[in-house]
């Protein structure tokens, strides 16, 4: 467990070593806000309408939703960027024969490595939850959405994440990783867009598309059927890496 | 003494081509083992089989009595590893990247501090320290690549081409330093610059297109190298039937009309017999050097000669 957390800081502290974590950082956060301040320009001019209305949608409704979708989206494209260095990176500086001939596991390296980039996502969510929070100040938010709002998002990125890091333990160039990784997210992305099209429906695409498991969680409707599929996801995934960083010992 | 490693059958394919093929050795504390071999001759792939980064296609490794496959951790604590190339975190510094190396081979908490000051004075980095490894030169990541390896106090040192691009006084130091590891440790490496197999090892090993082709102390082999040859020139043309009918000598080589290599045992030198020979017989005596057979001869005649098998 300590060999997992010493691999997960340095792992942490070395994004922020290179203006790398601070760019993402910054730009993310600088989009974000400029959507959030839309979407309450866009709440204040619809107010008057909206209290006129019986059961109208409140200010969580049309601010936390929107800005979340947004930030899910921006993620899709960010996150294989901060993924691709990963292992592969490690493996081409030649530093992985520290980790190899470390008495460390495999289990220990990838869920250290994971353990550390997720420390990195975590702020950004953090970052991200602080403009709803910022309403508190003179308006009421409907905490139990905007909770799941959030877990929403941690679990995209997550699984996000464990993609990233199974592309970066197979590719042999970072941006090969960061290329595969966008590629297999924005596939389970418009999974079910097929849906729209035909008349026929497929279950199992509709299963498999992450969007629609992140919207309904995001609706506030935490079912375990989508949170399952998340962790589901994510062990896959993780247990994939183990195994590829294992079979790295057999060929090269 | 104790057996540190125990290599057994050791062999490696990549695909069809045969890297290293059934190679064994065994490595005791207090010894220096020399591995010599030309580029791709299979040092690294060994070195990195015994390490753990590479698994055999076939064979056992031991390491202070762990098998390195069903208890790779407790094996690998016994290990330090410097690769070919220094695997160097280069952006952090010297200190925050032996920290590192500490914690990840469970260096007891208590005692981190000791073992990095001691590995840093030992290496010369004390003044580095707090330093970029990216901005140091390549003589000194190669001194923090060494320091890695050595940090936790392991019983097996494990260097691949430890003196690789350092200036001749550091690579003396260097080699005063791996032979005071390997007072107190099992030290293996790899190279292919001779001298310093004759300088710091206790061993050498010689590997040839993947074959150990030679396992020997260094007091053997200075013994092998001490097989006797004598450069002679004469004026006349020498007859080299009469030569070889005195004792002690083993063959003639015909360098030219005038001039012959005899080469003869240590125990009898005919040095005197043959001048005495040369010249009752008259064929003019100008020239009879001995020569001593360096390490590179060695090395080249058995590289040859198992080319030629």
């Known amino acids: ?252 | 003494m104790t057996t540190l490693i125990e290599a057994e059958h050791l062999t490696r394919y990549y695909g069809k081509h045969c890297a290293v093929n059934d190679v064994s050795f065994t490595l005791a504390k207090g010894e220096v083992l020399g591995f010599l071999g030309a580029n791709g001759a299979g040092k690294t792939t060994t070195m990195q089989m015994l390490c753990g980064n590479l698994a055999p296609s076939a064979g056992q490794i031991t390491i202070n009595g762990f098998d390195l496959l069903d208890q790779p951790k407790a094996a690998k604590r016994n290990l330090g590893y410097l690769p070919d190339t220094p695997p160097l975190y280069k952006e952090l510094s010297v200190q925050e990247f032996l920290l590192y190396c500490a914690r990840l081979h469970g260096v007891a908490k208590s005692s981190v501090t000791d073992a990095i000051n001691r590995t840093k004075e030992r290496c010369g980095l004390t003044e580095v320290a707090e330093r970029l490894i990216v901005n140091l030169s390549k003589g000194f990541q190669q001194r923090v690549g060494i320091a890695q390896a050595i940090l936790h106090n392991p019983e097996v040192i494990v260097l691949d081409e430890p003196t690789v691009g350092l200036d001749p006084i550091q690579i003396r130091e260097i080699r005063t330093l791996i032979r005071e590891l390997g007072q107190d440790h099992g030290v293996i490496l790899s190279t292919h610059i001779l001298t310093e197999v004759q300088e710091s090892c206790s061993h050498v090993q010689i590997i040839h297109q993947g074959q150990l082709i030679l396992n020997e102390t260094i007091a053997g082999l200075n013994r092998q190298m001490d097989t006797g040859t004598l450069q002679i020139t004469t004026r006349l043309v020498p007859d080299i039937n009469s030569l070889l009918t005195l004792p002690g000598i083993s063959s003639i080589e015909t360098m030219s009309e005038n001039r012959i290599k005899i080469h003869h045992s240590v125990i009898a030198n005919p040095a005197e017999q043959i001048a005495e020979h040369i010249i009752t017989a008259g064929w003019g005596l100008q020239e009879l050097t001995p020569i001593k057979r360096s390490m590179e001869d060695i090395f080249i005649s058995l590289t040859k000669e198992h080319r030629e098998l």
């Open chain 1, 1 to 252: 467990m300590s060999l997992i957390l010493t691999i997960a800081s340095r792992e942490f502290r070395t994004l922020f070593l290179s203006p790398m974590a601070w760019t993402i950082l910054a730009i993310l956060q600088f989009i974000l806000a400029f959507l959030f301040l839309t979407q309450v320009e866009a709440f204040t001019s619809l107010q008057p309408k909206l209290a006129s209305i019986e059961g109208a949608p409140g200010l969580t409704d049309i601010i936390v939703p929107p800005l979340f979708g947004n930030a899910a989206i921006i993620l899709l494209l960010v996150t294989p960027l901060m993924t691709m260095r990963l292992i592969c990176e490690e493996r081409r500086n030649k530093t992985l024969s520290l980790l190899l001939s470390a008495p460390v596991s495999t289990i220990d390296i990838i869920l250290g490595k994971y353990v550390g980039i997720l420390g990195l996502m975590l702020l950004i969510i953090a970052l991200i939850t602080l403009m709803p929070l910022s309403l508190l100040g003179g308006g009421e938010l409907d905490l139990g959405k905007l909770f799941a709002n959030i877990l929403a998002l941690l679990l995209l990125v997550t699984a996000f994440t464990a993609i990233g890091l199974f592309m970066s333990c197979i590719a042999g160039h970072p941006t090969v990783a960061a290329m595969s990784t966008f590629g297999v997210l924005l596939l389970l992305w418009i999974l079910d867009w097929t849906s729209g099209l035909t008349d026929q429906r497929s279950e199992l695409f509709e299963y498999l598309s992450i969007l629609r498991h992140f919207q309904n969680i995001q609706s506030g409707l935490i079912s375990s059927v989508d949170v399952s599929y998340f962790l589901l996801f994510i062990t896959t995934f993780i247990a994939l890496s183990i195994r590829s960083l294992d079979n790295e010992r057999l060929q090269k």
